[in-house]
């Protein structure tokens, strides 16, 4: 039940394109739900979040989307860019406070290829 | 500093030894996290830290592993006769660590690059 589910493992997307990024969850309790992005040799950076009150959010070319009936979300990347050319991540965390306050459950990534 | 401070960034160990690994946090940030990555693996969550308190351990894999953390800072993660399979990115993250309605972001260091030969 503290699965995050993500898919494809990998993308491969021409400049220009949509990179899309899929994610489920199972866990009721999840509350956050960031999009990480990797770069090697780096650690996971922020990239953009989304809590379950709505249903879309948007910083400049990055957008979540979120779906509470069914338990997904996915991060839309318009006009993609070679250097966006990176890992993904998604995660879920439950409520804040107590024992489980920010932590976070990973999906197993997706490494996106931007070909220019 | 600036970011999530971690050392070594590389460490080369062999089986059976105990290896320290060391995480300087964010100046002020009061909630410190572990997490192991393996080779394309996902992020593994293994330990928090409020303060100097550890109310969740539940993701140390094994009684080889423990964590500290002192004067609310710096926390070291400790692996005792190390085995092949702890061959792993392990990262460190901090964050502000402050309940309620605003979420705190998860800063995470570079990371300590472990390989058990």
């Known amino acids: 039940q503290q699965q995050v589910k993500q898919s494809p493992q990998s993308l491969i997307v021409q400049k220009g394109g949509i990179s899309i990024i899929n994610c489920a969850y199972e866990?009721?309790?999840?509350?956050?739900f960031p999009w990480y992005q990797q770069f090697p040799g780096k650690g996971p950076a922020l990239l953009i979040a989304?809590?379950?009150?709505?249903s879309e959010k948007k910083e400049g070319r990055f957008t979540i989307s979120f779906n509470k009936s069914a338990k997904q979300f996915s991060l839309h990347i318009m006009d993609s860019q070679p250097g966006d050319s990176a890992t993904y991540f998604c995660?879920?965390?439950?409520?804040?406070?107590?024992?489980?306050?920010?932590?976070?459950?990973f999906g197993q990534g997706t490494i996106l290829t931007v070909h220019p | 500093g600036a970011g999530v401070s971690q050392s070594p960034s590389n460490k080369v160990t062999e089986k059976g030894k105990d290896v320290e690994l060391r995480c300087d946090p964010i100046?002020?940030?009061?909630?410190l996290y572990w997490y192991r990555q393996s080779l394309g693996q996902g992020l593994e969550f293994l330990i928090y830290?409020?303060?100097?308190?550890?109310?969740?351990k539940s993701g140390l894999p094994s009684d080889r592993f423990s964590a500290e953390r002192t004067g609310g800072s710096v926390s070291t993660l400790t692996i005792q006769r190390t085995q092949q399979e702890d061959s792993a990115v392990y990262l460190c993250?901090?964050?502000?660590?402050?309940?309620?309605?605003?979420?705190?972001?998860?800063?995470f260091g570079e990371g300590s690059w472990l390989t058990v030969v």
């Open positions: 993250a901090s964050s502000l660590g402050r309940p309620g309605k605003s979420r705190n972001t998860i800063y």
């Open positions: 866990n009721t309790a999840f509350d956050y």
């Open positions: 989304i809590r379950p009150d709505v």
């Open positions: 995660a879920a965390s439950p409520n804040a406070g107590g024992t489980s306050y920010g932590k976070l459950t």
């Open positions: 100046s002020g940030h009061t909630a």
């Open positions: 830290f409020q303060g100097n308190s550890a109310p969740d």
